[in-house]
């Protein structure tokens, strides 16, 4: 496990992220956009996408939300601007792989780490997924899938 | 005499751990724990008296037969009514489906009216939107009091002319209330409307007497009163059930048909129980019922009772913490935790081995109602105990529920 930061940081990056989220704002144009709702949580969110030239020039999202999803969503957003479509879904590929306690590169998730401990509290997994699959989706769909 | 101390031997879940945590269940109105007999009783079915209902000739077949007899007699017994009023089901939401499937939609036409409140279960929700788009029957809500209430005035003032159908909880899944069915009863058929009554949480917790409440139609669950999974119940006065078309048609539900499509049904119950029905489960409801019996259905009422009394006296010591149905009369008690979302604190309470319901409990509509996008759901069973409360509580008052994730 990696050891960078210790759990006092984690929860407070969690805490930050969920009383100020930077990437909580509802866009007008330009963007493209999924909606995703949790059956076991109230988590009911939309996360926006604006790619140009396949670079993410920008990353929203809005909705209600938990905590875990909150945070968990809007550090998404923070790593994914300005990165290229391909590390974009590296970056998801990792996060998911660290949730799922598989090996993962920690070097791109920055402060996604704070997440390293979901797996211990297995029902809230989605939460904190939500919008990984959320961003996920809308790649996919982007290509026509 | 009420012993809990005892009743808790009977209960091989109680004895689980939940993040190395003696586990405090306290979501009850979900599903509940079985006792061994109950255990013991499915597995006498599957280890010794398996074999088909109605199809054969030899003596295991016979046996069968007999237990789905004598238990449809002890549900019967249990809710007051007659043997050839209790149809087995797969659970409260198949009964409640067969009512607005199997009778309403053959007795309503376009612009009548249904009666709901907007605190019912999605189960008790959804069969009715599907009879409206069929019959063109349209869906009312009778308006609760201020603390989610139904009330007797209310459902008087949503009464029309039109109104042919009343469909409703005798005890709410989110907020405890316990309806004033009897009166609500009386009223209805003085107006010729007919009541279909969810009882998933009332049955389970207190003495059901159909006759006396007068109730047309009342669905339950076995998981929900110390049974097993999958089977069900649908209580309907004997003229209704045979008004009531099968839905699910097929083997053991008919008497004859011929090439031409010519058939004759099996008359209630029987009609409505078409396929290899679930016979462990019948085994094992027999033996929920039995033992509920035992102790008394009075006595779980009673105790049942007294424990919310205790938890609501030490629920309101906590400074931080908004109880939203104070004077429910049901085990069910919602709360949220200011300024933590509920599902964060329930993960917080999984962590101290404590099992809550968070979230919306299928009664969506009622977020609008209630301003809040989700409450935690503490509901009790008669195992539960002070002590259980106490853990919850001490729970409660800790800080942080980040903790979950980082002790
Ligand atoms: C009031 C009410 N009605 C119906 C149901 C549906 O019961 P089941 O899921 O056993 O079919 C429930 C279950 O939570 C309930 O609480």
Redesign the pocket.
């Known amino acids: 496990m990696p050891i960078s930061i210790n759990n006092e940081m984690m929860r407070q990056i969690i805490m930050d992220h969920y009383q100020n989220p930077l990437h909580k704002k509802t866009p007008k144009k330009g963007y493209v956009s999924i909606h995703s709702k949790s059956e076991n949580c109230i988590d009911d969110i939309n996360v926006y996408l604006k790619l140009e030239k396949g670079i993410v020039k920008d990353c929203l999202w809005d909705g209600t939300a938990c905590t875990i999803s909150t945070a968990s969503t809007d550090i998404m957003c923070e790593l994914v601007i300005n990165k290229n479509e391909k590390e974009a879904r590296y970056i998801i590929d990792q996060y998911f792989k660290m949730i799922h306690e598989e090996k993962f590169d920690e070097e791109v998730l920055g402060e996604a780490i704070a997440f390293i401990n979901t797996s211990k509290q297995a029902a809230r997994i989605k939460c904190a997924t939500i919008g990984f699959k959320a961003l996920e989706d809308i790649l996919n769909h982007k290509h026509g899938k | 005499m009420f012993n809990v101390k005892q009743i808790r031997h009977d209960f091989p879940m109680l004895n689980t751990k939940m993040q190395n945590h003696p586990l405090v269940f306290l979501d009850n109105?979900?599903?509940t724990f079985k006792p061994l007999s109950v255990v013991n009783a499915i597995n006498q079915y599957y280890l010794h008296e398996t074999s088909n209902s109605h199809r054969g000739d030899y003596d295991l077949c016979f046996h069968a037969d007999q237990m789905l007899d004598k238990t449809r007699q002890v549900v019967a017994d249990f809710i007051r009514a007659d043997k050839n009023e209790i149809v087995f089901t797969?659970?409260?939401?198949?009964?409640?489906n067969l009512v607005a499937l199997g009778y309403a939609v053959n007795h309503l036409k376009k612009n009548d009216e249904i009666l709901l409140t907007e605190a019912?279960?999605?189960?008790?929700v959804l069969p009715w939107y599907k009879v409206s788009k069929l019959t063109g029957a349209k869906i009312r809500f009778i308006k609760l009091d201020k603390v989610g209430r139904l009330t007797l005035v209310n459902v008087k003032k949503a009464i029309t002319s039109r109104t042919k159908i009343i469909a409703i909880?005798h005890?709410?899944?989110v907020l405890g209330y316990l309806s004033p069915m009897k009166e609500i009863c009386q009223l209805a058929h003085q107006h010729k409307i007919i009541v279909a009554c969810?009882g998933?949480?009332s049955v389970p917790h207190r003495p059901t007497n159909v006759k006396d409440l007068g109730v047309d139609f009342l669905?339950?669950?076995g998981?929900?009163m110390c049974g097993p999974?999958g089977i069900?119940i649908l209580y309907g006065r004997y003229e209704l059930l045979k008004q009531t078309d099968p839905v699910i048609s097929g083997g053991g539900m008919n008497v004859d048909f011929d090439a031409n499509t010519n058939v004759e049904y099996l008359d209630p119950p029987t009609r409505f129980e078409a396929g290899t029905l679930n016979l462990a489960g019948i085994y094992g409801l027999k033996a929920s019922i039995e033992y509920l019996n035992k102790i008394g259905m009075k006595n779980i009422e009673q105790y049942e009772k007294e424990l919310r009394a205790y938890a609501i006296r030490e629920l309101k010591k906590i400074n931080d913490i908004i109880i939203y149905n104070e004077t429910a009369e049901s085990g069910i008690i919602t709360i949220n935790k200011k300024q933590v979302f509920a599902q964060d604190e329930a993960t917080f309470l999984n962590s101290q081995g404590i099992a809550v319901r968070s979230g919306q409990?299928?009664a969506k509509i009622l977020n609008v109602f209630l301003k809040t996008p989700a409450t935690l759901r503490i509901s009790l069973y008669f195992y539960n105990t002070k002590q259980e409360i106490d853990t919850l509580i001490k729970a409660l008052k800790k800080g942080d529920y980040l903790d979950a994730y980082f002790n």
């Open positions: 109105a979900s599903t797969s659970g409260a939401s198949m009964s409640l019912e279960h999605a189960s008790n909880a005890v709410s899944n969810d998933a949480q669905s339950f669950s998981h929900k999974t069900g409990h299928c």
